[in-house]
């Protein structure tokens, strides 16, 4: 299978993202279709794109220029959309940022980006005034969206964008010009700028949301995981733009409660979530309803418990991403729900997934296939092939990988080697095709010289009624050798006692080989996570340490 070029794609030399996924929707007639639903909110793709022409020619009035950076610090929402799409318009670049980092994560970004303009919500203002002026010399403007009215040193963003033209020309950008940054998790260290090119959106919709997922106007998504996000980014906002069909934004928190009601009241088709926000719903249950999976697995099926559990008819396929999906997961959400999930790997770098399941080939506990217009290899640390069913170093390569790292050019020689992407993950391949994972090439251990992969013990542990989430670290034992370590978050109901340790060891032990047993569970109320549901086991290594 071969990558598949965003030329071949149909991408013209001389193109402009913002054209493509807001203009085109207009011209080809889907201007009265519903673009975006935001609480009581309905905004069409003629409103979006005059909101775009707003926002993006308010820009230019304020001297932003082509590739100049624009920081986006916003909850999911229509300000998100119109200042990201604006920007790209008049070929500057935004910026998307997590909203749950701290000051600090911030001012490293400011200063990195060497950003003129900052669109912040009222709410997230705090975190960014709590950095000295003279930590953002380059920061010109801060724009205040929604909260309320914005501090008199501060423009409110509808009034900033009220004053720009409903009519806007895009800069006639390259294909392979910046569009826009996304900063990676931080989880290793400082946070890494991916420069995204106006291509790679268009590369990912065609591939994956039309090739995987078959997303056609009638869709209606909803991405638990947030727009500043690759994965949400694509979910909520170029997938369905690309195909005139609704996104479903929800700017609040992602409590299985808010995930539920956004569902049952919004009617989603396409559902997005990662792995810990799947089985946070699973532990959830209606007040006064039914949520009992024994009553499900004994034989009871989706018609009978719909009147008393949550309502998920309308979703006609649900998607992960983050980490990989236990197949117990899968199992219970399916049998609960009703529903599939397809599971898939993508990264920040590579924009979206580029292995996953399908509706019509799913394998639980797998990664899935490739997909379709993107190549693939499994690498030894020598660089040679691995054989099938061994562990290997997973390569990538594709038209949506991004253009480098901004201010990292070491990190992006050892990263992206020609057309080739090192994803840093490990995986296995097995004789249909599938793609297994084994872990982060820094989470793999060694024990007795033989490789033991941190998920393979996970989801055996997690396959225990007790076990709501776990995760699997290298610990030395008194003769310095590296041997299995799980730290294990319980249901409600369950206490960690020495009998049920020895319980949950029994557990790998049954399923796994005897070296890859933990030799110590540690119980705990939670696990470290990143803002994308990944587990930080380096901060649980650092517990040890």
């Given at each position: ?58 820009l230019r009035d304020i001297g932003v220029r082509p590739e100049d950076r624009v920081l986006l610090l916003l909850p999911d929402g229509p300000e998100f959309v119109y200042s990201f799409f604006g920007a790209i318009k008049i070929g500057a670049v935004p910026v998307p940022l997590n909203t749950l980092w701290k000051p600090a994560d911030y001012q490293f970004v ?171 719903m699973l532990a959830h249950s209606r007040p006064g309803g039914l949520h009992d999976e024994r009553r499900v697995e004994s034989g009871r099926g989706r018609s009978d418990l719909q009147v008393r559990d949550f309502d998920l008819s309308s979703i006609r396929l649900a998607v992960s991403a983050g980490e990989a999906l236990p197949a117990s997961l899968y199992d ?29 080939a799913i394998r639980p506990g797998s990664s899935g296939l490739l997909v379709p217009g993107y190549e693939a290899r499994l690498l030894n640390d020598e660089a040679d092939a691995v054989r099938l069913g061994e562990i290997g170093n997973l390569w990538i390569r594709g038209d949506s990988v991004c253009a480098g790292y901004w201010n990292q050019h070491e990190k ?134």
């Amino acid at each position: 299978m071969s990558a598949i070029s965003a030329e071949a794609l149909g991408v013209p030399e001389i193109f402009n993202a913002t054209t493509w996924f807001v203009d085109r929707n207009v011209a080809d007639g889907r201007g009265r279709h519903v673009a975006i639903e935001c609480g009581e909110a309905r905004i069409t793709y003629d409103e979006v794109q005059r909101h775009v022409n707003r926002c993006g020619s308010a820009l230019r009035d304020i001297g932003v220029r082509p590739e100049d950076r624009v920081l986006l610090l916003l909850p999911d929402g229509p300000e998100f959309v119109y200042s990201f799409f604006g920007a790209i318009k008049i070929g500057a670049v935004p910026v998307p940022l997590n909203t749950l980092w701290k000051p600090a994560d911030y001012q490293f970004v400011i200063r990195d980006s060497r950003a003129a303009v900052l669109i912040v919500a009222g709410s997230l203002l705090p975190a960014i005034e709590a950095i000295p002026s003279a930590d953002r010399p380059a920061l010109r403007h801060i724009i205040v969206a929604g909260d309320g009215d914005a501090p008199r040193s501060h423009p409110a963003f509808a009034l900033f964008e009220s004053q720009g033209s409903a009519a806007l020309e895009a800069e006639p950008t390259s294909r392979d010009a910046p569009a826009f940054w996304l900063y990676s998790s931080g989880s290793t260290g400082a946070p890494k700028g991916c420069v995204h090119l106006q291509h790679d959106m268009v590369v990912c919709a065609e591939l994956f949301g039309k090739g995987v997922l078959g997303i056609t106007a009638s869709d209606r998504t909803f991405s638990v995981a947030k727009l500043f996000f690759a994965y949400g980014l694509g979910n909520a906002l170029y997938f369905p733009f690309a195909v005139g069909a609704t996104t479903i934004l929800w700017p609040g928190a992602p409590t299985p409660q808010h995930v539920y009601a956004t569902i049952e009241t919004h009617k989603p088709t396409l559902f997005f979530s990662v792995p810990t926000g799947y089985g946070m719903m699973l532990a959830h249950s209606r007040p006064g309803g039914l949520h009992d999976e024994r009553r499900v697995e004994s034989g009871r099926g989706r018609s009978d418990l719909q009147v008393r559990d949550f309502d998920l008819s309308s979703i006609r396929l649900a998607v992960s991403a983050g980490e990989a999906l236990p197949a117990s997961l899968y199992d219970r959400f399916k049998a609960r729900f009703g529903v599939d999930i397809i599971d898939g790997i993508g990264s920040t770098e590579v924009l979206h997934m580029f292995i996953s399941n399908r509706p019509d080939a799913i394998r639980p506990g797998s990664s899935g296939l490739l997909v379709p217009g993107y190549e693939a290899r499994l690498l030894n640390d020598e660089a040679d092939a691995v054989r099938l069913g061994e562990i290997g170093n997973l390569w990538i390569r594709g038209d949506s990988v991004c253009a480098g790292y901004w201010n990292q050019h070491e990190k992006t020689k050892n990263t992206i080697e020609g057309h080739w992407i090192r994803t840093g993950d490990k995986y296995t391949q097995d004789a249909d095709g599938f793609y297994w994972y084994a872990g982060r090439s820094d989470d793999m251990l060694k024990v007795g010289g033989l490789w033991v992969s941190p998920v393979e013990v996970e989801n055996a542990l997690i396959a225990h009624a007790a076990v709501l989430e776990c995760g699997v670290i290298g610990h030395e034992d008194h003769d310095g050798l590296v041997k299995p370590m799980a730290f294990v978050v319980l249901r409600d109901g369950h206490a960690g006692t020495p009998a049920l340790a020895k319980a949950l060891q029994q557990v790998v032990r049954d399923r796994l080989a005897e070296y890859k047993r933990p030799r110590w569970i540690e119980f705990v109320p939670e696990l470290p996570k990143t803002a994308t549901g990944k587990i930080q086991r380096f901060r649980l290594r650092a517990l040890r340490s």
